[in-house]
């Protein structure tokens, strides 16, 4: 069941597909790398983060030499047999409107949608975020300082003075830095986590039933790196922003935080990149600093390799 459903996500083409495979044929004309940093250069890795570069503001992402294969999606069908299951169970809980054919058209359109949707999303926050930094220069005032400002601030900035925006600036950045010592669990399920942290064991979301073991490499920023390339990656948490990491050849993806039908989850399904999603702290912090990790989808496992 499990190979099946992975047949089915690897014959879905999102926009993810879209932007390898026009990746994928980027030469070194100016125009052809205008024309692809036109439709994709508003992503950003940290989608909300002002501090993160877009990728049409980091001229190393056009560059690589060691791109990935063009992406290929398998044509998925059903058999006889599974078509009579399906809709045989629909039969019996009273869909009648619906059968298989119907249903997994559904998915396929929901699936792509969504992951459009957020393409879209992101175009219009990104280009926001880049009004409200030409907006700050126009006092002085630079992205990291802007970081430090609520909405309702920048709102009425026009109206403050120097020393005021400074003090503002200087006050969010000491609550920041303050929150950022506060230690708290993924999940809170009462007021009394907040005083004792409950333990808490994760298991990971595996994707495909591959099995690789290679080399590893933490992301922990937001600048787009070559050295992930022919490695199994591992990294915190994901947005749309980081879809760049599959432009380069790797050869597994490991997150803490994320679920079966999370944004890397549903990525590493389409590419059929073996993943384990949402780890939990307790094995990507043991897994995060490991120079070579045994990755088994089929079996479960994710583990150090020690020499």
Known sequence: ANKKIDFFLQ??????????????????????????????????????????????????????????????????????????????????????????????????????????SKFQFTKLLSHIIEQISNYGQKFK???????????????????????????????????????????LPQLMSDSSAAYIIPFQSN??????????IQNSFFLNDLKISKKLYNKIVLIESADPGYDW??????????????????????RCAELSVPAAIGCGEQIFERLKDAPRIELDCAGGVVKSILD
């Open 11 to 116: 014959s879905i083409k999102t926009i993810t597909s879209e932007f390898l495979n026009d990746f994928n044929f980027i030469k070194s004309s100016k125009k052809q790398k205008k024309i692809f940093l036109d439709k994709y250069g508003h992503l950003r890795p940290g989608t909300y983060n002002i501090l993160s570069k877009r990728y049409d503001q980091q001229p190393n992402l056009t560059d690589s030499k060691k791109k990935s294969k063009r992406i290929s999606h398998n044509s998925f069908s059903l058999s006889r047999n599974e078509i009579l299951k399906i809709n045989s169970l629909l039969l019996k809980n009273n869909l009648i409107n619906l059968n298989s054919d119907l249903i997994f058209k559904y998915i396929e359109s929901s699936i792509k949608l969504r992951e459009y």
């Open 245 to 266: 990491i599959f432009s380069y050849k790797i050869q597994g993806l490991i997150t803490k935080y994320g679920g079966s039908n999370s944004h890397m989850a549903i």
């Open 141 to 183: 005032l630079n992205r990291d300082q802007l970081s430090h400002m609520s909405y309702e601030n920048i709102l009425v900035l026009h109206k403050l003075k120097k020393r005021e925006v400074l003090g503002i600036i200087n006050r969010n950045r000491e609550n920041f830095n303050k929150t950022c010592q506060i230690k």
């Open 203 to 212: 298991k990971p979301n595996f994707v495909s039933n591959k099995k690789v």
